[in-house]
């Protein structure tokens, strides 16, 4: 196990929030866990045995439905030239994003 794993007990009905779910694969040890992901329809349930992981950063709540044990695991993060790469791509696509800035820049 990575050092810098960290285990968390959640007792039956209880909530455990996590800023960024990009930076942790969730591993559920032991329970029944709950977990959604800020403005996502979907949610998940984790038995014990069971990964989560996501490239996208978003805050996530977990909930325990009965006391539930799980690991949060250090996930790499991409490094800042291909954040920027990525987000300068998703701007060349959209196309209001595109209008905006040429309406900017041509005053």
């Known amino acids: 196990m990575d050092p810098a794993t ?3 007990v959640l007792p039956a009905r209880q ?3 996590v800023p960024d779910a990009s930076a942790v694969r969730i591993v ?3 329970g029944s866990l709950w977990l959604t992901l800020d403005h996502d329809p979907q949610d998940v349930v984790l038995e014990a045995g069971e990964t989560f992981e996501t490239c996208e950063r978003r805050g ?3 909930y325990a439905f009965r006391p539930s044990t799980f690991e949060l695991a250090p996930q790499p993060q991409p490094s800042m030239r291909r954040r920027l790469a990525k987000n300068s791509s ?3 696509r959209s196309p ?3 209008a905006a800035t040429r309406a900017a820049i041509s005053g």
Do not use: N
Request: glycine share 0%; with cysteine; hydrophobic share 45%.
């Open 6 to 8: 960290t285990t968390h």
């Open 15 to 17: 909530l455990f929030s």
């Open 28 to 30: 559920c040890t032991a």
């Open 60 to 62: 996530a709540l977990v």
């Open 90 to 92: 998703d701007c060349r």
């Open 96 to 98: 209001s994003v595109w």
